[in-house]
């Protein structure tokens, strides 16, 4: 048996040879006989076949598997096919059983956004002829709202009694996240989100901070078609930070030097460059 299998299903090859035996009833041999050898797998192609209404008013698209092996025999080559007819069920008459994305495109961000902003929201859109298996062809529009955010985490936030100003960077890390799907942003059955986590950590002498990204992949799935809508992600991230004068300052009632620690987390958001800024207190034990 030679098995052809993928993602969502399997077939096989039975393949069979016969292998006699001699038995005499005192003498009992395996008489001379033909394996089959060398088994060459040709691939396969896939083709379109017209979508099919059954008895229950189900809608299935169709494509036509064609599969290829050659096998060897008695030092002959010879040519296997299979030919199986694959069907997907799309619901209930009427649904779409085929559709084209004609154009697409999202807003153009100007360089900056963020700033002191942690969240920012664009739109991303897609133009889809469908075809509907009651013969009706659509154009249509569709348009999602993105949002996507960056922010220091509450626990990096809080302030710090360090013994000395002498602060060290030591190393960053990128540390990806869960993803989520969600409908969120979208008016339209057809259009999901992949909301996307990751962490960028950055280690002092002293402490740690820890920035969030979270972005938005909006992909549009109408049962057929399958795209990823345009977007911008997270990437190119660079940090850098100052502290500020000191200043005379009390804390749990003791004196203390009070300082800014000014932390700025550059990045890419897509094509467009920004920078995310945020301010902690630091203070030193005098």
């Not at 626990?155 to 960077?169: A, C, G, H, W």
Request: aromatic share 14%; glycine share 4%.
């Amino acid at each position: 048996r030679y098995e052809v299998v993928f993602r969502d299903f399997s077939f096989s090859y039975d393949l069979y040879h016969e292998v006699a035996i001699y038995d005499d009833g005192i003498t009992q041999q395996t008489m001379p006989y033909h394996e089959i050898r060398n088994i060459r797998d040709h691939g396969y192609t896939l083709t379109n076949m017209d979508f099919l209404v059954d008895e229950n008013n189900s809608v299935f698209i169709r494509k036509q598997l064609d599969h290829s092996i050659t096998i060897e025999f008695n030092g002959q080559d010879y040519d296997l096919t299979a030919k199986i007819e694959l069907r997907r069920n799309l619901g209930t008459a009427p649904c779409i059983v085929e559709s084209e994305v004609l154009d697409e495109g999202k807003d153009i961000l100007q360089s900056g956004i963020f700033g002191a902003m942690s969240e920012v929201y664009y739109q991303s859109w897609i133009k889809v002829r469908q075809t509907w298996s009651d013969g009706k062809v659509t154009e249509e529009t569709y348009i999602n709202d993105c949002a996507v955010q960056v922010e220091l985490n509450s626990e990096s936030k809080k302030y710090k009694v360090l013994p000395d100003v002498n602060i060290i960077r030591e190393k960053a890390v990128i540390v990806p996240g869960e993803t989520e799907e969600t409908a969120e942003g979208s008016p339209t059955e057809y259009i999901r989100s992949l909301v996307c986590h990751q962490s960028y950590v950055i280690t002092y002498n002293y402490f740690t901070l820890t920035y969030e990204f979270k972005d938005m992949i909006p992909v549009y799935d109408d049962n057929v078609t399958r795209h990823e809508m345009p977007h911008y992600r997270f990437e190119e991230f660079r940090d850098s930070f100052r502290l500020s004068a000191p200043a005379d300052d009390v804390v749990n009632g003791k004196p203390v030097w009070g300082y800014i620690f000014y932390s700025e987390m550059a990045f890419k958001f897509g094509d467009v460059e920004s920078a995310f800024d945020e301010d902690i207190s630091v203070y030193v034990r005098k």
